[in-house]
Nanobody, 125 residues
Framework: QVQLVESGGGLVQAGGSLRLSCATS????????MGWFRRAPGKELEFVAA????????YYADSVKGRFTISIDDAKNTVYLQMNSLQPMDSASYSC??????????????????WGQGNQVTVSS
């Protein structure tokens, strides 16, 4: 069993930065994938970024490419989402997720087996 706990959300002005953390516990193997998704009020769950735990592959939604970076710290068993140049359209509840291997579609929420509780990010204009 894998547990995921997010932290680091909050309120920031447009153009600012935030870093989300996802602390993991339980057994995660190198062939697992970690993803970040977000849901804005009244909208569908949206893929943001994903990475293999081995860091051999990363993948980003077009809407965040060049602004967001997913990273993994093995020693701390933590996944990060560095978010720069934030815009009001980025306001949402952000959740991290884990997919056990062998992985399939990194961008599909249905591929993920474990989810965190969600963490609110609000960007003011």
């Amino acid at each position: 069993q894998v547990q995921l706990v997010e932290s680091g959300g909050g309120l920031v002005q447009a153009g600012g930065s935030l870093r989300l953390s996802c602390a993991t516990s339980g057994r995660i193997f190198s062939n697992y994938a970690m993803g970040w998704f977000r849901r804005a009020p009244g909208k569908e769950l949206e893929f943001v970024a994903a990475s293999m735990w081995s860091r051999t592959q990363t993948y980003y939604a077009d809407s965040v490419k060049g602004r967001f970076t997913i990273s993994i710290d093995d020693a701390k068993n933590t996944v990060y989402l560095q978010m720069n140049s934030l815009q009001p359209m980025d306001s949402a509840s952000y959740s991290c997720a884990a997919q056990s291997g062998p992985v399939c579609l990194l961008s599909a929420y249905s591929s993920y087996d474990y989810w965190g509780q969600g963490n609110q990010v609000t960007v003011s204009s």
